[in-house]
């Protein structure tokens, strides 16, 4: 025969410590719980704010610019000793990318022709130098010289104002 005992106020599960201590323990489960889901959903709604460009994103773009900035006065008025124009493509993209890149000349009141044209591979990160060859001496005042990347909004440009020397 089993004999069955009671024992006065205790509660299964107490502490010991009454109601107050009891309350602690189940807040502190609780945070401990929500720590736990929070942890488990994070990658998940992480991933999903990225795919949805709801986070910042890394800026991914290309600069191009003339490589001797000082020289083009020279070639704007024509005086330059050796003409060169040569540019700079620097890859802010997060791979490497293959750019084609292309010169017009345009005269007064005359349609814009291209006058030098190539492609480029430039590594993530990384610049290159191109030196196109511009048929200088086929060019008079006025001229106006666009430098851009196919596909893309960069350009840069200058207007020839002086004659050749």
Sequence with gaps: MIAHHSVPNLKVGSTGR????????????????????????????????TSMRLTPQPEFFTELSFAEPARIVDLMQMVAADRRAPF???????????YRWVVYATKPDLPKRR???????????????????????????????????????????????????
């Design 18 to 49: 009454g109601a107050a201590g009891s309350g602690r323990a189940r807040r502190g489960l609780v945070v401990v719980g929500l720590v736990v889901l929070l942890g488990a959903i994070q990658n998940p709604v992480s991933e999903w704010l």
């Design 88 to 98: 700079v493509i620097a890859n802010r993209e997060d791979a490497a990318t293959t």
């Design 115 to 165: 006058v030098a044209s190539g492609t480029v591979r430039v590594e993530s990160e990384s610049r290159a130098v191109v030196d196109p060859a511009i048929p200088w001496t086929t060019l008079t005042p006025g001229t106006r010289i666009d430098v851009g990347l196919a596909h893309r909004q960069e350009a840069i440009s200058f207007t020839l104002a002086g004659g050749l020397r």
